[in-house]
């Protein structure tokens, strides 16, 4: 099983600052099979970036995805009030899927 | 419009068994795996398992293999998972949700666009 760590636990900025979220992976994701997902209180994960660093439809331009091998990251350039929320990232190289532990973005 | 849409939330005693439903809208219900991922209270995503909705192939991770159950039942393009003998530890929010791209010519293991609003499990005495 692929474990993977999203560093920091919790992130404290304010609006209009870059967010930087990082995900590792316990072995080479070979076929750079990661997504990551945004997920609000009360509501459902919503996909955000695939195959590292893919957006998926409607995600804005201030999302991007990177990363190869064990270390990936997901930056968002400028936040948005409604960028506040918990990221986690996901991978789909192997089976059994895993998520990390998720990272959270909180106002400052 | 794609959408995934669960049955109500649901509250159990320990032992018991529950079943939750998860319906498809707006595409071809036997084109695409549909997985199951759990959410305990405050914690993080765990995956459970997929189905296929045409042939009824099923992979369970392996921490919910034996008192996890996946069906479908095409004719009203609905997935279903059915946990027994539930635990105070199987309280959670159970999502399902769809891999991008047909089953003909994609692997189940993928990422997953879009999810269902999830059923809360509550198991309790």
């Known amino acids: 099983e692929i474990v993977l760590t999203q560093s920091p636990a919790t992130l404290s900025l304010s609006p209009g600052e870059r967010a930087t979220l990082s995900c590792g992976a316990g072995?080479?994701?070979?076929?750079?099979?990661l997504a990551w997902y945004q997920q609000k209180p009360g509501l459902a994960p919503r996909l955000l970036i695939y195959?590292?660093?893919s957006r998926a439809t409607g995600i804005p331009d201030r999302f991007s995805g990177s990363g190869s091998g064990t270390d990936f990251t997901l930056t968002i350039s400028r936040l948005e009030p409604e960028d506040f929320a918990v990221y986690y990232c996901q991978q789909y190289d192997s089976s059994p899927l895993t998520f990390g532990g998720g990272t959270k973005v909180e106002i400052k | 419009q794609v959408q995934l849409v669960h049955s109500g939330a649901e509250v159990k005693k320990p032992g018991a068994s529950v079943k939750v439903s998860c319906k498809a809208f707006?595409?071809?219900?036997?084109?695409?795996?549909v997985h199951w991922v759990r959410q305990a209270p405050g914690q993080g995503l765990e995956w459970m398992g997929w189905i296929n909705p045409n042939s009824g192939d099923t992979n369970y991770a392996q921490k919910f293999q034996g008192r996890f159950t996946m069906t479908r039942d095409t004719s009203i393009s609905t997935a279903y998972m059915e946990l027994s003998s539930l635990r105070s530890d199987d309280t959670g929010v159970y999502y399902c949700?769809?891999?991008?791209?047909?089953?003909?010519?994609?692997?189940?293991?993928?990422?997953?666009?879009?999810w269902g609003q999830g059923t809360l499990v509550t198991v309790s005495s």
């Open positions: 072995q080479s994701l070979r076929r750079h099979f």
């Open positions: 707006g595409y071809t219900f036997t084109g695409y795996y």
């Open positions: 949700a769809r891999v991008p791209c047909l089953t003909t010519n994609c692997s189940p293991e993928n990422w997953f666009d879009p």
């Open positions: 195959d590292v660093s």
